[in-house]
């Protein structure tokens, strides 16, 4: 899946380290002393909305200042360091663009503003590979959300960065849009560039890298290969609320099967910890065709993106 | 001075509805001139009520803050700014260009129709006298209002206070706080250059000139300063 190899042409590989980062507002901790490593390959920034995801790729693109710690590409500090920007491209989440500008014009303005040799030749190429050169001469207010995403992506690749970093680039986009960018960063990886992308949804994140860093309530909850992290999160104990006929009698034949850790009855029907997610919801129907009992309701309470992240952090 | 910066930034301040508020403010300057004559008024009476009343007071201050807060607070409210500082420029560069680009917009917008008017009221060199006193105060406004832009997050309301509040009501009623007022370098600069007894000055030739250079370097200082600590807000959620 991961091909690391050195890219051909353009600046040599490059390395993000985070070294004990952490930025606060006031009294709220946004980030929590993350520290981690990037190396070239896609990576993907997993955590639940508002865990700190866009404070951390704002310190890595050097547009916030870490309260502790520090972002260095290659040794060097982001902040406060606008050469930094010649190793880095950034497409934040934010779809703002000169709308005046057709894509053409706004990529090679970038490619102006990096002081390039062959302006037009990077631009050709940048466009050429996010596949928009059909559309590159309209104005940029013509576009669709996904179009302008990539005319962003060429802008933010016409100088050859090694890092390029991507805040949430799947949100708003349909499926064909969205499988043609995970294409395009798979590529970018595979050219021994450094990608790291957000996200909050752990299927985009799947299907894009092999290594994810996982972050909930601004820690850096797990890292690593994204396989081992969904064994995590299967193989985690899941709870259940279920209403039935008669919730004395299916909390008991419950608690005697293997599946189920613990049964809590209540008024309002049973809260069972089953021990994995596969194994008790296909024992369920048939205990309780066994004891004649009628589930009326089974909610898998814990299914949220959240309880699942909590979980990872406790694993 | 880039010249990528400033191309991208005329076309966004040419391209934006507000920048059509300019268009009425030299109509309306000429406009009230040529009544005044009609109705035979006092060139003294036309040179304090419109050309300084009018043009100074009001139309060059409001248009170096519409120009002025467009060029660089419009990209930092829509975010479109990013493109500009993931680009490894010098920040000193960035202003610069948007300096130039607010100045020249606001100098030509209310130094033509000054130049008109006062050329109407007092001959061509009353004309010349204000034409070149409203450039350099379209300079010394755009670099404050383009420091604004960097500094709060409400450019224009801020700058809107400080035209009616410091430069409107205050240097007008405490004589001493003109020394530190655009509007009365203006002014000095356009009696000096014209050496029409139309209007009283109200500062040194001396402490204009100096006072006006200070506060274009000032802003621009600040502007920079704040660009290069620039910081985007986190989630919100």
Known sequence: ME??????????????????VSRWYGNVVAVNDVTMTLGPGVTGLLGPNGAGKTTLLHMMAGFLAPSRGEVLIDGDATWRNPAIYRKLG??????????????KEFVRASAKLHGLPDADAATRRAIELVEMADAQDRRMDTYSKGMRQRMRVAAALVHDPAVLLLDEP???????????MMELLHR???????????????????????TVQVIVAGRLAASGDYRT???????RPHVFAIRSSDDRRLAVALMASDSVAGVTLGKDGLTVHAGDYGTFTRALPRIALDQGVRVRQLIPSDESLESVFSYLVSA | MNMTIAWITARGLLGRRRSWLLLPMPVILIGITAIGLAFEAEAADLADGV????GVAVILPLVSLIVGTGVLGSEIDDGTVVHILTKPIPRSRIILAKLV??????????AVPMFVAATMVGGVRLGLGFGLACVAGAIVYSALFLALSVVTRRPVLVGLLYVVIWEGLLSNVVTGTRTVSVQHYVIEFASALSGSALFPSTVSTAVAGVMTVVFTVLGAWLATQRLRVFSVAGETS
């Not at chain 1, 950034?90 to 894509?103: D, I, K, M, P, T």
């Not at chain 2, 050309?51 to 009018?54: M, P, S």
């Open chain 1, 3 to 20: 091909h690391r190899k050195p890219r051909t042409k353009g600046s040599p590989v490059s390395d993000l380290h985070l070294r004990g």
């Open chain 1, 90 to 103: 950034l497409v934040n989440e934010r779809e703002a663009v000169y709308g005046f500008l057709s894509g």
């Open chain 1, 170 to 180: 799947f949100n708003g986009m349909d499926p064909r849009q969205r499988m043609h």
């Open chain 1, 188 to 210: 970018l990886g595979a050219q021994g560039r450094t990608v790291l992308f957000s996200s909050h949804i752990l299927e985009e994140v799947e299907q894009v890298s092999g």
């Open chain 1, 229 to 235: 992290i969904r064994r995590l999160m299967t193989h």
């Open chain 2, 51 to 54: 050309l300084i009343g009018l």
């Open chain 2, 101 to 110: 680009v607010a100045a020249t917009v606001s100098a030509v917008t209310t």
